[in-house]
Structures are given as C-alpha cells and as structure tokens.
C-alpha cells in the first residue's frame, strides 16, 4: 500500500488513464471511418490508403492494432526478430530516396534494414516484458505489442513520479500531482500509450532529472544513459548534469567527490561515445541519410523547410494549416516555459531549449508536438498556472480534446507527429 496520498493519486490517475487510452482508441475504431488517403502533408497521401499496411506484418497483426502505426514496425521488428528481420524494408549503400532499390535484411550483401534508425533499449525492455506473456499464448507480434504497450505505460507512470518528485518543493503536493496529470493530457501525450518509445524515453529522462535535481548521482547518471540508448539526442542531458556538477563545486569536498561526480555528469556522453564505436552506430548514420534525410545540426535546411511551414499555416483553411499550428503552439509553449523557468531552475531550462534546437534543426519540419515532450518545463509552467481553477479547467479541456483527436489519427494509422 502506497502511503503517501499524492504518490497514490499518481498511481491511481495513471491507471485509469490507461485504462481510457486503451478503451478509447478500441471505441473510436468501432464508430469512426475516416475519409482516405490523409493529404495533412506532401508524402502523407501515398502511405495512408486503405491498403497502406497491408505488406507491414508488424503494423498488420490485429491485436491491439490501434496501439501500432509507423515507426511501432521497426520496434516490435528488433524485439520479436533483431535488427536484420527480413520482414521489415532494408536498402543497399546505392539507395535514393523515392527510387530506391530496396533488398532484403540478413540475405542480401550490402544491405540495411531501417530498424537500424532506432535504438535498442525500448525493444529489449519489451523483450524482457514478453517473456512471462509466453503464458497467454499469444503470437509473437502479438505478444511483443502487449509488452511494448506495458513498458510505454510504465515509463509514463516512472515521468509522472520524476515530474512530482522535481515540482513539488516549488509547487506544493498538489502542483506535483498536477504536472504529471497534465503531462498525460498533453495533445502528444498519447503517444505515451502507444507502440512508440516516448513512454520510455521521457521516464528515464525525466528519472534522470529528477535524481539530479536530488543529488543522487549514481542513478541519475544510470538513467541518463540508458536515455541516451534510447534515443541519440538525449545525449543533450550532458548539459543540465555539467551545470549542476559545476554549481555544486564539488573539489570543495575533494578530489575524489570532483572526480566522481564529475564521472557521472558526463554518463550521457560516455554512453553515447560507446554507443557510436559500435556497428549500430555505423549502420545508424548510414539509413538515417540515405532514408529518412535526417542531419545533425542542419541548420541552414532547416530554417527553409520551416519556412515553408509556416507559409502553409498561413495559408488557413487546410489540414496542413492546423497541423503546422499546432507545431508551432507546441514550439512557442516549450520556448516560453523554458525562458519562464530559468532564473528557478537553470538546468532545466537550459535541457529544455538545447532540445527544441535539436529538433528544430534536424532537417525535418515535422515532429515538434512529439520532440516537446522530453523538456520538462512545460509541465512545471503549465501546473503553477493550474493552480487556477479556471486555467486548469480550461486547459484540461483544451488539452484533453486536442489529444482525443490526436489518438484518434493515430488509431487509423493518419500522420500526427
């Protein structure tokens, strides 16, 4: 029995918020069918037909279906098979976008799958779930989605404790409680009930945070980089651990404390230098520039693709519009909590707005509303204003449909993030 009572509101919105997601996007299912293909951007048309999926075996299984679309292939792929499954798309070192050729993973020489594109600690947290499911008899795909679902949901739940544990000295129990209830409500906060690795993701890295913010070294710098190796630019955590460590001025205590903090500190950046000494690395780079166009730091791209956004929101009226509006709601709303939160907490401010630039810069003009939800300030902004009555009634409202509508696009395998 949990006897700390806001612990316990925690545990039990978390569950019920579970239990709506999934019992949602099954009714939603059964009383909504959207006019195809879904034309919100220029290559969404061509994978959103009725058919669209009916070569992907990982996107095809009907079990829990409405929990899996576009990059929940390449995750239950690695977890059930490994990274060369010959059911999941692969391409040679001579492939063009939109030309190909493509081949065929684990037979033919010189070949690539696109699970390569994700990293490996989500797809062996569902592993390690799925064994004990062997006992319902499942099939595999099945089996690895009831797992892969299980530990997003998890990683929510370990997100709502770390954002608790990080705002309740500045916003009381109640504003603890609230920054985790709003960031299940977020508009992008279902993905975190879905076959992707946000759950995960924002559970270590905000974990990891929260151990910082506590001085607890050891397994702050454990979360962080098992951050790192589930998605490459967590790697950014390196920043608020460095000004922590730096704060704090450790060699007033020794050498020793200096050296072992300061070790930790830089776990993300370890972790992620093992990481990139290894094939995984290699192969990474390789599909992520001749398949999904994605680029460090691409600044220059990235402001015209951008551009070319904010042109088709200006426009009004269209699909486009509304999804690039709230792109861009969700860019100003992380960009203003972070620049509200950094005389209280520097550290945060300072992860959160390194990771809008990784994002915004990445050569894609697409994602933000998704790529948001690691920076921590929003939920901490967001719940000091709740402790308004009507901004909280009014942003659960707000927060809450957007999000309905949002799992409702994903459900029927439509472009959200």
Not at 149 to 178: F, P
Request: glycine residues 8%; aromatic residues 14%.
């Amino acid at each position: 029995m949990i006897k700390n009572p806001s612990l316990r509101n925690l545990v039990l919105i978390w569950l019920g918020w579970a239990i709506v997601m999934g019992a949602f996007q099954r009714w939603v299912g059964m009383r909504v069918e959207p006019k195809r293909p879904d034309h919100v951007l220029f290559w969404t048309a061509t994978e959103t037909a009725a058919g669209s999926q009916r070569d992907k075996a990982y996107l095809s299984d009907p079990f829990l279906n409405e929990h899996v679309s576009w990059d929940s292939e390449f995750y239950l792929s690695v977890a059930a098979v490994g990274y060369d499954d010959p059911a999941v798309r692969a391409i040679p070192s001579n492939f063009k976008s939109g030309l190909g050729p493509y081949c065929t993973a684990g037979t033919d020489s010189d070949c690539h799958s696109l699970s390569y594109a994700f990293f490996p600690i989500y797809p062996m947290a569902t592993r390690l779930v799925a064994l004990p499911l062997r006992l319902l008899g499942l099939t595999p795909i099945a089996r690895s989605t009831l797992a892969a679902v299980i530990v997003s949901m998890l990683g929510a739940l370990g997100a709502m404790i770390a954002l608790y544990s990080m705002t309740r000295a500045s916003l009381g129990e109640e504003g603890g409680v609230r920054a985790g209830f709003y960031l299940l409500i977020f508009p992008s906060g279902f993905f975190l009930a879905q076959v992707y690795t946000e759950g995960l993701t924002i559970g270590l890295t905000f974990g990891a945070l929260a151990f910082l913010l506590a001085r607890r070294w050891g397994w702050a710098a454990l979360l962080a980089a098992l951050a790192v190796w589930t998605r490459p630019g967590l790697a950014i955590l390196v920043l608020p651990m460095a000004i922590v460590w730096w704060a704090d001025r450790p060699w007033r205590d020794g050498l020793k404390s200096a050296l072992t903090r300061g070790l930790a500190a830089f776990a993300p950046a370890i972790a992620y230098g093992a990481w990139a000494s290894t094939r995984l690395a290699q192969e990474f780079f390789l599909v992520e520039k001749l398949f999904f166009g994605r680029k460090l730091l691409a600044v220059g791209p990235s402001l015209a693709m951008w551009g070319e956004a904010l042109q088709s929101f200006l426009k009004g009226g269209t699909p486009t519009a509304f999804y690039f509006g709230l792109e861009f709601a969700a860019l100003a709303l992380a960009v203003a909590a972070c620049v509200l939160l950094l005389r209280e907490r520097f550290e945060l401010a300072a992860f959160g707005l390194a990771m809008i630039v990784f994002a915004l810069t990445s050569n894609s003009a697409q994602g933000m509303v998704r790529y948001v939800l690691p920076v921590a300030p929003i939920f901490w902004v967001l719940a000091r204003w709740g402790r308004r009555p009507a901004f909280d009634r009014l942003w659960s409202l707000l927060s809450i449909l957007l999000m309905g509508m949002e799992a409702m696009l994903f459900t029927f395998d439509f472009w959200v993030a």
